[in-house]
């Protein structure tokens, strides 16, 4: 089974980038190989947001 879930490219935005910080501020090693595809998916979004304006 699978479960899509749509956001808006303000709310993936703001999830990534807490996703990213609470990684990076709560020492998680675990989860440091997730942050390049976070990392990766924060720039698309930005820069199609760039191309918007």
Known sequence: MEIVVL???EEAETRIQN???E?????DQPNYEKLPG???ALKIILE???TEN
């Open 7 to 9: 956001f808006t490219i």
């Open 19 to 21: 996703r990213i910080n």
């Open 23 to 27: 990684i990076i501020n709560n020492n």
């Open 38 to 40: 976070l990392i990766d």
């Open 48 to 50: 199609s947001k760039k």
